[in-house]
């Protein structure tokens, strides 16, 4: 049922008090003004009266303020330390458990992006944050995750890489709010349900400006990949882990689609990527009677999970349990901090906060 009477976060009514208690004090042009104010109280107290209730509207306007800057800021909420003591249950010394939300404002991933080391993994990890966990997070940590989302938009639209990661993760982050959006009343979401509709839409935004994005050749003159040996080609594209990214490096120029095809390539990342048993089940033969490594990786793709594989990962001290970045110090009481030290992969984040 709907509440009708006034909106409490109006200021209110003047009111002095008498004698007999208070009473209402109206305004002169209401014509139900009290010329006399000392049939009501003396001068001092009228006086004591009015200045506390203008403290008290000064500190509202401030606090109204306050929301509304907090509710268009995109700056992160950051922490002095860079670390996160992981811990999930409570102790003599330590009340409660952490949360990915706090360990998602707590972690630098601001500066995260910034690296070339770890940026797919800071992206995978937004990635699977938007498909299952974007319930889990409190209000400023999903905050903080639309934040870092346009810092990573704002950074590939200027470097132009990586575009069709940021393609997939925006797609996902938009799936997935269509489905809780239409669950609204459910407690499923943190905030207002414009304010989500507002940032769907700047989602659509941003998938419109990658779209539009045309890739300008460089300013150079000296050599090019086309230019070196055609070994050392083979061996750079060896070093993709993406078959789509082999598909797409073919169709610059024609020579390399004939070394985009070859065999041994395309074997060489089968065997990275999947084991001799996920291989043997999904054999593809071509016209020849040879096995067909192209088809037969994007049919592996299809059905079993790629091999991660990241420049820098978030570490896990097995001895204090707190949770940072490579190289970022934290109070460890161990001899050898770094051999207590165990790698993560963002699915290994996650899980690491599921109870």
């Keep these: 049922m709907p509440f009708l009477g006034q909106d409490w976060r109006s200021p209110g009514q003047s009111w002095v008090k008498t004698a007999d208690g208070w009473k209402r004090f109206l305004d002169e042009k209401s014509g139900s003004f009290v010329s006399d104010l000392s049939s009501y109280c003396n001068k001092e107290v009228y006086n004591k009266e009015n200045l506390f209730n203008s403290l008290n509207y000064d500190v509202a306007a401030k606090k109204r303020k306050k929301d509304m800057l907090n509710s268009k800021t995109k700056t992160q909420y950051f922490h002095q330390e860079k670390w996160i003591y992981v811990h999930k249950g409570s102790t003599k010394e330590r009340h409660g458990y952490c949360t990915l939300g706090e360990a998602f404002n707590r972690l630098d991933f601001s ?15 937004l990635e699977l944050i938007a498909k299952s966990q974007l319930t889990s997070l409190s209000g400023i940590a999903q905050k903080n995750f639309m934040n870092i989302l346009e810092k990573v938009v704002l950074k590939v639209l200027e ?26 009343g459910k407690s499923v979401l943190v905030g207002n349900i414009n304010m989500w509709v507002y940032r769907m839409e700047t989602i659509l935004h941003w998938q419109q400006q ?46 390399l689609h004939v070394l985009s095809e070859d065999r041994l390539l395309w074997k060489k990342l089968c065997q990275y990527h999947f084991s001799e048993r996920q291989i043997r089940k999904r054999l593809i ?26 420049g820098d990962t ?13 190289g970022t110090d934290h109070p460890c009481t161990a001899n050898n901090p770094e051999s207590c030290s165990v790698s993560l992969s963002p699915q290994d984040f996650i899980n690491l906060f599921k109870f």
């Design 159 to 184: 470097d132009q890489q990586n575009i069709r990661l940021i393609r997939e993760l925006l797609q996902t982050l938009y799936t997935s709010l269509c489905t809780l959006v239409q669950r609204v």
């Design 210 to 255: 990658l779209n539009n994005v045309q890739i300008t050749r460089p300013a150079f003159k000296g050599l090019t990949f086309t230019d070196l040996p055609l070994c050392l080609q083979l061996n750079i594209m060896q070093r993709l882990s993406d078959g789509r990214d082999l598909v797409s490096l073919g169709q610059v120029a024609p020579d």
């Design 111 to 125: 500066t995260a992006i910034l690296d070339s080391r770890r940026f797919n993994y800071v992206v995978r990890l």
């Design 314 to 326: 978030l570490q896990l001290c097995r001895h204090c349990h707190i949770l940072s970045w490579k």
């Design 285 to 310: 033969l071509s016209d020849k009677g040879q096995l067909d490594w192209k088809k037969m990786y994007f049919k592996l793709v299809r059905c079993y999970p790629r091999k991660e594989q990241y």
